[in-house]
């Protein structure tokens, strides 16, 4: 059975993206007083910075350095791209996302370096044309779970609400394992899956700050989401 306990923890993180460390930390601050967590896309800027952004915040730090291949902007070669990572990690970041694709050896001494700084790690997939099987799911997953991070995320393009559902319905594989998992849907049939997907277990759902762009197809706006939260009867 998935949960839909009303104790659920609804955290929302909000992703931040702009072309430069300063636009991005105006646009942290300004989003502050609604994220619970804050991700920094590093990937998004032409010459990304650290330290700013953890003097700045005083909310949890997610930092993100996509790469091309997994919808990102960050061209760099993998120790490099992986390496900024690990800076933040040992910097004070509170969580680190790696690619559940990304390069095995890297990746695995990424997510034994946030361990080791009492920094979580999220080991994400993503796919931006489709939702895949339900057994193909449950294959991505249980590769997440074998990965040794902290928490999993899985996040595709809806096509229809079946999709949704088949998105969903991985919280119930999360729950009996207990291994935390970020899983909704992008795209606009996607969008009722960043509302309903923490009350089904997941560990966060994700929302766009309220002046700047969207890091993914079908976010929220973070006020709106959190008003939505709000008028629903989950609180903040």
């Keep these: ?21 300063a636009e991005a930390l105006a ?4 989003a502050e007083p609604v994220a619970d967590v804050l991700e920094i896309r590093l990937d998004s800027m032409t010459h990304p910075e650290i330290p700013a952004f953890l003097q700045g ?28 990572l690990k800076k933040a990690a040992e910097a004070g970041a509170a969580y680190v996302d790696i690619e559940l694709n990304a390069e095995p050896t890297l990746a695995t ?7 080791a700084n009492n920094c979580k790690s999220i080991v994400s997939w993503h796919d931006f044309k489709c939702t895949a099987s339900r057994q ?23 096509r229809c ?17 207990g291994f935390p998992l970020i899983a909704f ?37 973070a006020s709106s989401l959190r008003r939505i939260f709000t008028e629903l009867g989950h609180g903040d």
């Design 136 to 158: 193909a799911l449950t294959e991505i997953f249980q590769r997440q779970c074998r990965s040794g991070a902290d928490i999993g995320k899985i996040v595709t393009t809806a």
């Design 1 to 21: 059975m998935l949960n839909t306990t009303t104790n659920a923890v609804r955290r929302l993180c909000v992703s931040i993206a702009a072309a430069t460390p």
């Design 57 to 84: 915040i005083n909310k949890p730090l997610l930092f993100t350095n996509r790469p091309t291949w997994e919808g990102g902007n960050c061209a760099a070669g993998e120790p490099e791209r992986i390496d900024l």
């Design 109 to 115: 001494e990424l997510i034994a370096a946030a361990r």
């Design 185 to 221: 849907c992008m795209g606009p049939a996607g969008m009722i899956s960043r509302v309903a997907s923490t009350d089904l277990g997941g560990y966060m759902t994700y929302a766009a700050p309220d002046n700047g762009p969207a890091t993914a197809p079908g976010q929220l706006p």
């Design 27 to 30: 646009l942290a601050k300004e």
């Design 161 to 177: 609400f079946q999709d949704v559902f088949r998105v969903l319905a991985l919280q119930e594989q999360a729950a009996e394992l």
